[in-house]
């Protein structure tokens, strides 16, 4: 399935051949019927000898409708492009060669129509397209001279046709949906209906979709899919399409508007672009109007120079990076140029010389868009994110690039993220010789992380270690600063009778608060059990050794004797080494050594 986009000068007979082709009118107004003009897209399909379907969107010559010719063949890849033999090459030509050559379009063909008026001059009409189709995609384009009224070279023209949809490459049916809106109407009994060219993914009934416009975007449900004016379960690229939708009435729906698959694009007003055709972007007007899709939309440009450029929309379309877009001097029937799409989320541009710094930038970015660079920049890039800008997800880590889980990191942002983190670690132990490591939120933000998920590789790049709800150094230093020496004491003090715990009051005397117990005990000084009761961390294996020489079960009152301590202690003890699975409990009065 196919869509081709008419295009030529006004009166060359575009119509007239599509009518020809499909034996359906494309002019669908009475006006457009009366002054025999094209005014608005037309649509008409056909199946070719070679059982290729084809829908035709005809578009209007006449310049002031260039921007419905636009809407046309924005989202159509193929061209059917139209000269008369009889007046040859005119100034709408110009414009609509233009417009291809800024899409990058690169199929179709050429009818030289209208021949039977001019039979003499079709082989110089032919040298003279050749000629100025030479910079475009349809440089080797087949030309066909034909005529619409006597049916001459109709039969060629299809078979020309055929060859060519042969050629165009089949787009994906699975990718994200971002379907052009070029008509809304309303049919009584089903609502709302809108049309467009449908150039990649699936459209099915029930499908939810973002409708994104000038006025915002809210979420729409398909309510049922038409194909040529019948219910189809789903339709897929290339076709012309209408939906109905459960939504907002139709006349809330304009063409420029568009449906996409949610999430999945990023609407923006800010780009960076690079020029493709035209003249340069210095002599371009600074108000402009940027044709994409079906949409028309004013904006402001910012030249870097001849070749790159800034431009902010007056309200944000669904831009992927490599889109081609046309720009049209406001107020102006001609097209200035093409440009191409190079950043959907350009950094903003505060000091001098960031313009400067910015084009040479772009002089060198890849249109197709480039994880590696985008990682650079952001220092970390998550694969969705990589989709929803348009660059292709790295099937393995590129060089360069580290990835972890869903992120892809750049090694340099990385090693200096990890400096940074192993500098805020060090920075606030110096505050805090006994603070237990920084929170995760903490270190994050100490290294201005982008998201906090990055925080487990850069602890590991860092050689530091999670430790629960902490960032922290592997070791734990042994020195606790202030309350050194009361744990010393301490210490010295549980080595000469290791069950005798201080009590409350001694501990507050030491100066060993909360904190510093805290801090005894993660850096292995200190072992705390319920109830307050300090020890030392060899306490439980010391306490083994006395109990092993009860014989059989014990009582909690044995223990106490056995370990000259007193219940304070003993209970918690003897509760953390069954714990430990060192004891056992066998009933209310009794334990038993696990041996
Ligand atoms: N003799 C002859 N006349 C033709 C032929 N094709 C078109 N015409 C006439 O040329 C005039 C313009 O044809 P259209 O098909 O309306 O031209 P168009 O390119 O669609 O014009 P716009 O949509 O306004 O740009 C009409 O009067 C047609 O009858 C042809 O092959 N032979
Ligand atoms: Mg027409």
């Known amino acids: 399935m196919f869509v081709v986009a008419t295009a030529g000068h006004v009166d060359h007979g575009k119509s007239t051949l599509v009518r020809a082709l499909t034996g359906i009118e494309p002019d669908r107004w009475d006006e457009e019927k009366r002054r025999g003009l094209t005014i608005d897209l037309g649509f008409a399909w056909t199946t070719t000898p070679a059982g290729h379907e084809v ?49 990058g379009i690169e199929h179709g063909l050429i009818a030289i129509s209208r021949a039977d008026l001019a039979p003499d001059r079709v082989p110089a009409v032919t040298a003279q397209v050749r000629d100025e189709l030479k910079d475009t995609g349809l440089r080797d384009a087949p030309i066909v001279p034909v005529s619409a009224v006597t049916g001459a070279g109709l039969g060629e023209l299809l078979v020309e046709l055929d060859a060519a949809l042969g050629a165009v490459p089949k787009p994906p049916d699975d990718s994200r949906i971002r379907f052009w809106i070029d008509r809304s109407f309303t049919i009584r009994g089903a609502g709302t209906v809108v049309t467009g060219t449908l150039s990649a993914g699936t459209l099915r ?65 800010l780009l960076d672009v690079r020029r493709t055709t035209g003249s340069g972007l210095d002599d371009a007007a600074a108000e402009v109007v940027v044709h994409l899709g079906t949409a028309a939309v004013p904006a402001r440009l910012r030249p870097f120079d001849q070749e790159t450029a800034r431009l902010t929309l007056s309200h944000p379309l669904p831009v992927t990076i490599g889109d081609r877009i046309i720009l049209r001097n406001n107020g102006s029937q001609r097209i200035a140029c093409g440009v191409q799409v190079l950043d959907v989320d350009p950094p903003a541009l505060r000091r001098r010389g960031d313009g400067r710094r910015r084009a040479a930038v772009l002089h060198g970015a890849d249109p197709s868009g480039d ?76 290294i201005e992380l982008p998201d906090v998920s990055l925080l487990a590789a850069v602890v590991r790049e860092a050689g530091l270690v999670l430790r629960g709800p902490l960032v922290t150094t592997q070791q734990q230093p042994a020195d606790l600063g202030p309350a050194e020496a009361a744990v010393s004491a301490l210490e010295s003090r549980l080595r000469a009778e290791p069950f005798t715990a201080p009590e409350a009051d001694e501990l507050t005397a030491l100066g060993l608060g909360r904190r510093e117990l805290a801090a005894a005990e993660r850096t292995g000084r200190l072992l705390r059990l319920d109830g307050g009761v300090v020890l030392l961390p060899t306490a439980p294996a010391l306490a083994m050794r006395e109990l092993a020489t009860l014989p059989g079960p014990f009582t909690t009152s044995q223990a106490r004797g056995a370990l000259r301590t007193t219940r304070r202690v003993a209970i918690p003890l003897l509760e953390h080494l069954d714990a430990r699975g060192w004891t056992k409990r066998l009933d209310a009065g009794h334990r038993v050594v696990v041996r």
């Open 55 to 103: 829908s035709f969107v005809d578009v209007p010559g006449h310049e002031r409708f260039l921007g419905n010719m636009l809407a046309g063949i924005g989202p159509a890849p193929v061209v059917c492009f139209v000269v008369a033999a009889d007046e040859g090459w005119c100034r709408q030509s110009d414009d609509h060669r233009d417009a291809i050559a800024a899409l």
């Open 205 to 269: 009934p029930e499908e939810h979709l973002l409708l994104a416009g000038a006025h915002g975007s809210q979420e729409v449900t398909v309510r049922g899919v038409q194909q040529h004016g019948s219910a189809v379960a789903s339709a897929g690229p290339v076709n012309r399409v209408a939906l109905n939708l459960r939504s907002p009435g139709a006349d809330a729906i304009h063409r420029g508007d568009v449906l996409l698959t949610p999430g999945a694009w990023q609407l923006s007003a």
């Open 371 to 446: 994880a590696r660079s985008e990682a650079a920049r952001r220092g970390a890039v998550r694969s969705v994110d990589l989709q929803r800008l348009g660059i292709a997800v790295p099937g393995r880590p590129a060089d360069g690039l580290r990835s972890d889980g869903d992120w892809w990191i750049d090694e340099h942002a990385l090693r200096a993220w990890a400096d940074r983190l192993r500098g805020a670690v060090d920075a606030d132990r110096a505050r805090n010789p006994l603070s237990p490591g920084l929170s995760h939120k903490a270190a994050a933000d100490a």
